[in-house]
């Protein structure tokens, strides 16, 4: 695992509000959300099940938007550390910390934004503890910048949930479909 080396958690979140800034209008179309959620589907028997989600990260309203095209039934949130417009379903929050009102309240814990995460421990402890069920992680590797302080080879994603009590149900190309 490597890490940016930080001087406080100050400078972590100048750094992830001015990326923010930089990105706010970037969207990934459909098939992106639908490509990295294909082999999450095939552990589930029915998506409908799904009734409760929370998108880390989201930047925009896209994510949340393409995730309400995928999962038609089920209530979907998002956080981003610096969220600047109105949707009712997004809030902004650092995702290591969030409101103590979601206590196990999602089914599906979905971000390609770990990256960006200041402690990836307090990061999977904090998801556990809205999540109930699965989760959806896109890893990155390479090495670490201001912006994107947090990369990984795969051993690190096998080691980090098993510490963490995630089973790994697929790894593929740093995209996690865990359980719970």
Avoid at 35 to 59: A, E, M, T, W
Wanted: proline letters at 3%; glycine letters at 4%.
């Amino acid at each position: 695992m490597k890490t940016f080396d930080y001087q406080n958690r100050s400078q972590y979140e100048k750094s992830q509000k001015g990326r923010h800034k930089l990105k706010k209008d970037k969207k990934k179309p459909l098939s992106y959300y639908q490509n990295h959620l294909k082999f999450f589907l095939s552990y589930i028997p029915n998506k409908n099940d799904i009734k409760s989600i929370l998108c880390q990260g989201v930047r925009n309203d896209n994510e949340v938007d393409c995730f309400k095209k995928i999962f038609p039934d089920a209530e979907v949130f998002g956080t981003d550390i610096n969220y600047e417009n109105k949707n009712k379903n997004i809030f902004k929050y650092d995702f290591s910390k969030l409101s103590e009102e979601w206590n196990r309240k999602f089914n599906l814990v979905y971000s390609n934004a770990i990256d960006h995460c200041f402690d990836i421990d307090e990061t999977l402890k904090e998801w556990k503890r809205v999540g109930t069920k699965y989760m959806v992680i896109i890893f990155s590797g390479g090495e670490p910048t201001e912006t994107d302080p947090f990369r990984v080879e795969e051993k690190d994603i096998k080691e980090l949930c098993e510490k963490h009590n995630l089973k790994i149900l697929n790894l593929c190309d740093f995209v996690l479909t865990a359980k719970f």
